[in-house]
C-alpha cells in the first residue's frame, strides 16, 4: 500500500490565532479562531457574562456590546470584526465603584424581572441616550424595539430610560456649571 502524500487543506477560519482586544478600558489577548464570535470570546475566555446567549442570529438583543460607542449584538459578530475597537460590555459601564446613570435608573425603577433582556436593554439604551440625550417616547420605543422582553416589563424600562436621560442631562449640567465657575475663578 502507497503512502498518500497529498498536502492535507487546513481550514486557516478554525486554527486558533493570537487576539489582542481592547475590552473595558484594557488590552486583553485571548487565543481563538478569526471567525470565533465575540459573544463567546467574551463568556467563555474573559468571564464576562454581562452579554447573554438569546438567539445566536443577532435578533434578540442579550448579548448586546458596545463597539466604538454603538450598540452591536455581540453573538453576530467574529472576534477578528472587533480587533482595534473599544469593546463595552455591562461589566464595564461602572466607573469608580458607582453603576453607570442608566444601570441605577434601571434599578431605581425596578426595570427587570428575569434580567435576561437586561444588559441588552441598558447597552441599547447607553448608546441612545449617546447619541440623543433628551429622546421623546417614540424614539426611545424605536430605539429599543430589536431587543426582546419576555416578561413585560416594557413600562419600566421606558421610565427607566426616561430616568437615565435626566440624570445624565443633570450630570452634565452639573459638569458644565463646574467647569465655567472654575473658568471664572481662575480669571479673578
Known amino acids: 500500500m502507497q503512502e498518500d502524500r497529498r498536502p492535507v487543506a487546513t481550514d486557516t477560519r478554525l486554527t486558533p490565532v493570537r487576539h489582542g482586544l481592547h475590552v473595558n478600558g484594557r488590552t486583553v489577548t485571548v487565543e481563538v479562531a ?3 464570535r465575540l459573544l ?3 463568556r467563555n475566555d474573559l468571564a464576562l457574562n454581562g452579554p447573554k446567549y438569546g438567539c445566536g ?3 434578540c438583543g442579550s448579548c448586546t456590546v458596545l463597539v466604538d460607542g454603538r450598540a452591536l449584538r ?6 477578528r470584526a472587533a480587533l482595534g475597537r473599544r469593546i463595552v460590555t455591562l461589566e464595564g459601564l461602572a466607573e469608580g465603584g458607582r453603576l453607570h446613570p442608566v444601570q441605577e435608573a434601571f434599578v431605581a425603577e425596578n426595570a427587570a424581572q428575569c434580567g435576561y433582556c437586561l444588559n441588552g436593554m441598558i447597552m441599547t439604551t447607553v448608546a441612545l441616550l449617546a447619541a440623543n440625550p433628551d429622546p ?3 424614539e426611545i420605543r424605536a430605539g429599543l424595539q430589536a431587543n426582546l ?3 413585560g416589563t416594557h413600562i419600566e424600562i421606558l421610565r427607566a430610560v426616561r430616568g437615565a436621560a435626566a440624570r445624565l442631562r443633570a450630570g452634565r449640567a ?3 456649571k463646574a467647569g465655567s465657575d472654575e473658568a471664572g475663578s481662575s480669571q479673578a
Open 74 to 79: 455581540s453573538c453576530a459578530i467574529p472576534v
Open 57 to 59: 442570529l443577532g435578533q
Open 40 to 42: 463567546y470570546v467574551l
Open 149 to 151: 422582553c419576555r416578561c
Open 174 to 176: 452639573d459638569r458644565e
Open 34 to 36: 478569526p471567525g470565533t
Open 136 to 138: 421623546s417616547e417614540a
